[in-house]
């Protein structure tokens, strides 16, 4: 079932690599990976309500028309208001506009969140080669962790 109510508003900020230092705290503090945040080549952004509230984080790895949706993190106290939705709403508007055709993801903890936002569990080798061989796919998530993919529109 699809989530269908109205999403808060929450404004996305890009961050650069040299100030990604709360992403890696609000990742470590919620037990999700944080080890490869600062590499040059991720794309990272904090999210804010309209009056500049931090609420959360969130990134994209791009591997030419696919995405890897990376690093959703609400900030605890902020939890089950829909800004966890409007984040990955927003990261798919940045996906697009990136050229990318399919957002993926891993999860260890959240399927059901993500199937509620249009997102459908596949077999681990769905997932197209250049996200295999990420760090985020090989390395950092474990193999347990439930592979989910969204086309774009």
Do not use: H
């Not at 991720?42 to 969130?58: K, N, S």
């Not at 769905?126 to 193999?143: G, K, N, T, V």
């Amino acid at each position: 079932m699809k989530r269908t109510a109205k999403l808060p508003r929450v404004s996305a900020i890009p961050l650069a690599s040299w100030e990604r230092d709360g992403v890696v705290a609000a990742l470590r503090k919620v037990g999700l990976p944080a080890d490869d945040v600062e590499a040059p080549d991720r794309l990272f952004w904090r999210f804010e309500t309209a009056d500049v509230v931090l609420v959360g984080y969130g990134g994209l790895e791009l591997y030419g028309a696919d995405a890897l949706l990376r690093s959703l993190v609400t900030l605890p106290p902020l939890r089950r208001r829909g800004i966890g939705a409007a984040i990955v709403a927003n990261l798919e508007v940045e996906a697009r506009a990136l050229g990318c055709r399919t957002v993926w993801l891993l999860t260890t903890t959240a399927a059901e969140f993500f199937a509620e936002l249009g997102y459908a569990a596949c077999e681990r080798s769905a997932a197209p080669e250049p996200i295999r061989r990420s760090r985020q796919f090989s390395e950092l998530c474990p193999a347990a962790a439930a592979l989910m993919k969204k086309p774009l529109d």
